[in-house]
């Protein structure tokens, strides 16, 4: 460390300061200031003005890791805002007029120096152990005002931000959802700025002292810290600089990965958790018949619902061949990918894409299924072959009944031709409908084969 004289203008309060609300610019945190201080802020301007700045507490500060040439106040953020409110009491003119006419009247008593002296810090860390010395006693609000618990907490958080965001690179790296380079390649700035707890929910991260994401979200964080860092990815902090660009940012990643706002993808995984929470009982009534072909009875025809999910069609209006909450997922991330992407895609925009994607995620979820009961590689097992064997295996174990195993063998050929029909039929191409009831009517099989 060491002392010197640095300009007023070089020196810029803290959007951390463990007093306040974080802020993300100078003009933000003196007004988060000016509204948790009130009065005891012009009382110490007034001392400032009658005996200048107390030379026993002088101002710690370090090189600011944003703008080149400045530097952010540790220590003494209180006594700077007050005299960057005696220098220019319009400043505050439009969030508390009062305030600011006191600090014109003293004003006119004070002349400001170009420049204080300071002791320079390496860095936030260097000051640590004496700004812990510092905050004890708060004399009317001309002395050094003691942090409340909340404050402590806020402190010891910002303190130990580097420690946590350093243990949160780690544990992405270790567990391959990041590499260091792509961690590396996301300003620290720009981590801290994103990674706040408004956004947690969406991110799936919950704090407990440290950032936290349960086993059950991984996936889900996954996706969605990898598009974040894809898009921040050698930005610089004006990307994500204040509030609004951050709600922008968080809206832009949402919409690439799902087609709608961050907000609006937390409303409907609450409503998927509260459906799940409370379903609905709704009798059903068996009709009891016979096969025609086989003479067996027929099992009566359940409405095809996830679990939680009774009495709600969540097919009904939906635009999309997987309605967004419908809880289907497995253990294989290539499937779950394309579950996603038929989750996202609208098929009468993107039919070709969509038929393709339907016609992989049966084909593969049938080899996923054999290979977990048969332990022998499907890989040139041929589609209709697939479909076959897991169809009859699936009937063996109870899973569907004599229906619905009729009906996915009967649509086999249907189930090829919409991928191979319009590969070799340059005049056609899949109907966005069919798309759509070809999976609704076959969803059993697919979530039997992928449980």
């Not at 007093?19 to 948790?36: C, G, H, Q, W, Y």
């Not at 402190?155 to 130990?160: A, N, V």
Request: charged content about 30%; proline content about 4%.
């Amino acid at each position: 460390m060491e002392r010197k004289e640095i300009a007023i203008d070089l020196l810029l309060l803290s959007n951390e300061n463990p007093r306040l609300e974080p802020a993300f610019s100078e003009d933000e945190s003196i007004t988060n200031m000016v509204k948790e201080q009130g009065d005891k802020l012009v009382i110490l301007a007034s001392d400032i003005v009658q005996f200048g700045l107390n030379p026993m507490d002088t101002i710690g500060v370090y090189p600011s890791d944003t703008y080149v040439g400045y530097y952010e106040v540790g220590e003494g953020n209180r006594r700077l805002c007050a005299l960057k409110l005696l220098i220019d009491p319009n400043r505050i003119s439009l969030i508390n007029p009062n305030m600011s006419n006191k600090f014109k009247d003293l004003a006119k008593n004070f002349t400001a120096p170009e420049n204080i002296e300071v002791v320079v810090f390496k860095n936030e860390l260097d000051m640590r152990h004496w700004m812990e010395l510092r905050h004890m006693g708060e004399q009317g609000g001309k002395g050094l005002t003691k942090w409340d618990s909340v404050q402590k907490m806020r402190f010891q958080k910002s303190q130990s931000g580097q420690d946590i965001l350093l243990d949160f690179w780690t544990w992405m790296i270790e567990n391959d959802i990041l590499t260091e380079d792509e961690v590396f390649h996301v300003t620290k700035t720009n981590w801290q700025r994103v990674l706040r707890d408004k956004y947690y929910p969406f991110l799936k991260i919950y704090e407990n002292g440290r950032y936290n994401v349960n086993e059950s979200d991984i996936e889900i964080f996954t996706e969605r810290i990898r598009c974040i860092q894809k898009n921040l990815a050698g930005q610089t902090v004006a990307i994500v600089y204040d509030q609004e660009k951050i709600e922008d940012f968080y809206n832009f990643v949402s919409i690439e990965l799902y087609g709608i706002p961050y907000k609006q993808v937390m409303e409907n995984e609450t409503e998927q958790i509260l459906i799940k929470e409370e379903p609905k009982e709704i009798p059903i009534t068996v009709e009891k018949n016979r096969d025609k072909l086989t003479g067996e009875d027929k099992q009566p025809e359940i409405n095809e619902k996830t679990v939680g999910e009774v009495g709600r069609d969540l097919f009904n209006n939906c635009s999309t061949i997987i309605p967004f909450n419908y809880k289907i997922r497995t253990s294989n991330m290539r499937l779950n990918r394309i579950i996603n992407e038929l989750k996202r895609l609208n098929p009468d925009h993107f039919p070709n894409a969509c038929g393709t994607l339907l016609r992989t995620l049966f084909e593969l979820s049938a080899k996923v299924f054999l290979e977990n009961e048969l332990h022998v590689d499907q890989t040139e097992v041929r589609f209709q072959d697939a479909i076959r064997a897991a169809a009859n295996r699936l009937r063996e174990k109870g899973k569907i009944n004599n229906g619905q195993h009729s009906s996915i063998l009967k649509d086999i050929d249907n189930l090829r031709k919409i991928f191979n029909g319009y590969m070799h039929d340059t005049d056609g191409y899949p109907n966005g409908l069919a798309l759509k009831d070809f999976f609704k009517s076959h969803i059993t099989f697919i979530r039997e084969c992928l449980m």
